[in-house]
């Protein structure tokens, strides 16, 4: 059973940095299609922050262009989202996305991450 483990969430002033981790197990490296980032704020719907795919495609919403940086450590299958420069605005539950071959998608259980002003 694939279970993703996520880590690196919490508080941080406004101008601050966070680093998420999100550890991918029970499923091996060549099944991945992709791993990404979502979030979802209080209220609002869930939405696409960063994606890497297994040939090594990202992409970023442009409001984090220039500002996170995802990157992934294939020998551990782990994707990381390293965010800089945070703002109120990116206050959010972040969760950690994988999709397998086939295709299926699993979802980790998410990280609170909140930037005071």
């Known amino acids: 059973q694939v279970q993703l483990v996520e880590s690196g969430g919490g508080l941080v002033q406004a101008g601050g940095s966070l680093r998420l981790s999100c550890a991918a197990s029970?499923?091996?490296?060549?099944?991945?299609?992709?791993m990404a980032w979502y979030r979802q704020a209080l209220g609002k719907q869930r939405e696409l922050v960063a994606a890497?795919?297994?040939?090594?495609?990202?992409n970023y919403a442009d409001s984090v262009k220039g500002r996170f940086t995802i990157s992934r450590d294939n020998a551990k299958n782990t994707v990381y989202l390293q965010m800089n420069s945070l703002k109120p605005e990116d206050t959010a539950v972040y969760y950690c996305?994988?999709?397998?071959?086939?295709?299926?998608?699993?979802w980790g259980q998410g990280t609170q991450v909140t930037v005071s002003s």
């Open positions: 890497i795919t297994r040939f090594g495609n990202i």
């Open positions: 996305n994988l999709e397998r071959r086939g295709p299926t998608t699993f």
């Open positions: 029970g499923i091996i490296r060549v099944n991945i299609n992709a």
